[in-house]
């Protein structure tokens, strides 16, 4: 069985400030990660994903996230935020054998940031 | 770039009535839809997969005769909530993929509210 766990259900950081929100997984086979955002009341945005090569994938906005095996994460991470990062960030894994679209989505974590 | 617009953004029915909402892909051909529910907690199911061309496949607890979908060409599907209650309440999200690529892109979301 496939989960995706995100520790954080709320971070809050001011304006400028660096971030990273986490997201670990579960899964012994060759996997797909992605990050997604979904500003308030909207859809989800795609951010960036990772299925092979660099583990270290850049994504819109200045997001970049950085896969790790050995500790089975993908965590997203930004130098410097804006108050218009302020949305919920899903994590979400697919098994390669699997449907293209079928998504495991963690329960979000919703970044608050100060101006 | 790839574009998901769906339609209506929201809708209030009455219990028991039904909604149906659209799903157009922009830029890209989407060979396969993937239809989820996100939950006023905020949690994903997957309702369906469609590809063109191939049967709907439907996640468990979601039935053709609830949730009918029709997927008839590569930029256009719709799905039907029918006799709405209030435990379908959510916001139904439509993800398309193109020939290319692994990436699910969203669109902003058909809100079903139920009173």
């Known amino acids: 069985t496939q989960t995706v766990s995100q520790s954080d259900a709320h971070v809050t950081v001011f304006e400028g400030d660096s971030v990273e929100l986490r997201c670990n997984y579960s899964?012994?086979?060759?996997?797909?990660l992605s990050w997604y955002i979904q500003h308030h009341g909207r859809g989800l945005q795609f951010l960036l994903k990772?299925?092979?090569?660099?583990?270290v994938v850049q994504g819109v906005n200045g997001f970049e996230a950085e896969f790790s095996k050995s500790d089975s994460s993908f965590h997203l991470r930004k130098a410097s935020v804006h108050w218009s990062d302020s949305a919920v960030y899903f994590c979400?894994?697919?098994?390669?054998?699997?449907?293209?679209?079928?998504?495991?989505f963690g329960a979000g974590t919703q970044l608050i940031v100060i101006p | 770039g790839a574009l998901v617009y769906q339609y209506p953004r929201r809708t209030i029915c009455k219990s028991g009535t039904s909604m149906r909402m659209e799903c157009q892909a922009v830029?890209?051909?989407?060979?396969?839809v993937a239809w989820y529910r996100q939950s006023p907690q905020k949690t994903f199911e997957l309702i369906a997969l469609?590809?063109?061309?191939?049967?709907?496949?439907?996640e468990q607890n979601f039935t053709q005769e609830k949730f009918p979908i029709s997927h008839p060409n590569l930029s256009f599907s719709s799905m039907t909530v029918l006799n709405a209650y209030l435990e379908d309440r959510g916001l139904y999200l439509c993800?398309?993929?193109?020939?290319?690529?692994?990436?699910?892109?969203f669109g902003e979301g058909s809100r079903l509210i139920v009173v």
């Open positions: 979400a894994v697919r098994d390669r054998g699997s449907a293209l679209g079928r998504l495991h």
């Open positions: 899964y012994g086979g060759s996997i797909y």
């Open positions: 990772y299925y092979s090569g660099n583990p």
């Open positions: 469609s590809t063109v061309n191939s049967a709907i496949k439907y």
């Open positions: 830029g890209f051909q989407a060979t396969s």
């Open positions: 993800g398309a993929r193109g020939d290319s690529g692994n990436t699910l892109y």
